[in-house]
């Protein structure tokens, strides 16, 4: 399958540690990209490539992958981490971008 | 630190061609590939297409004969053109520059790291 897909919807208590993962077959030969979108806001590049940070996210994020899934960590998590996760490659038969469904994530 | 500032008509009738663009400040323009990425109320993203800087283009197959994204380097602009709009068109639309590169011996990166601020449109008669 082209297509990614991840849970809807994740919950985490306060300083607590969570994953989010998606899967697809496109995840073989691309590393994922994650963003964070809170309401009303553009989506925020959080993770990207192996395991890449761009300036100002906190190293409390993290990303890794295995074979068809990608995984993205969030170590202690704050109440400011409340948002939807999405996370994206592209299609290597055809070029596609590809994102999937989004992650809801609740901090308890 | 680059930005990227959009604009385009916020409210159009059905059969209308919706029309955006996207100015790219404060950075350089080839390279990168541009894309433009909607969202409907309460959905998630939708990739429609991309432009590099010399104009070869990649789309959305499912948007792809109502789709035209052109480029015009003097102004460090790109385009989105959406013809035969209809209600469910209405999304905030979203330009974005994508990274996208090789990572030997197998792997592959791709990533969008700077986004508009997104532009409303909606269809309605």
């Known amino acids: 399958s082209s297509e990614l897909t991840q849970d809807p919807a994740v919950s985490v208590a306060l300083g607590q540690t969570v994953r989010i993962t998606c899967q697809g077959d496109s995840l073989r030969n691309y590393y994922a990209s994650w963003y964070q979108q809170k309401p009303g806001q553009a989506p925020l590049l959080v993770i990207y490539g192996k395991n890449n940070r761009p300036s100002g996210i906190p190293d409390r994020f993290s990303g890794s992958s295995s074979g068809n899934t990608a995984s993205l960590t969030i170590t202690g998590a704050q109440a400011e981490d409340e948002a939807d996760y999405y996370c994206n490659s592209r299609d290597s038969s055809d070029n596609r971008v590809l994102f999937d469904g989004g992650t809801k994530l609740t901090v308890l | 630190q680059v930005q990227l500032q959009q604009w385009g008509a916020g409210l159009l009738k059905p059969s209308e061609t919706l029309s955006l663009t996207c100015a790219v400040y404060?950075?350089?323009?080839?390279?990168?590939?541009w894309s433009w990425i909607r969202q409907s109320p309460g959905k998630g993203l939708e990739w429609i297409g991309e432009?590099?800087?010399?104009?070869?283009?990649n789309y959305n197959p499912s948007l792809k004969s109502r789709v035209t994204i052109s480029v015009d380097t003097s102004k460090n602009q790109f385009s989105l053109k959406l013809s035969s709009v209809t209600a469910v068109d209405t999304s905030v639309y979203y330009c974005?520059?994508?990274?996208?590169?090789?990572?030997?011996?197998?792997?592959?990166?791709?990533?969008?790291?700077?986004w508009g601020k997104g532009t409303t449109v909606t269809v309605s008669s």
């Open positions: 974005a520059r994508g990274s996208w590169y090789r990572s030997p011996p197998n792997y592959f990166y791709y990533y969008m790291d700077v």
């Open positions: 404060g950075g350089s323009f080839s390279g990168y590939y």
């Open positions: 432009i590099n800087h010399s104009g070869g283009t």
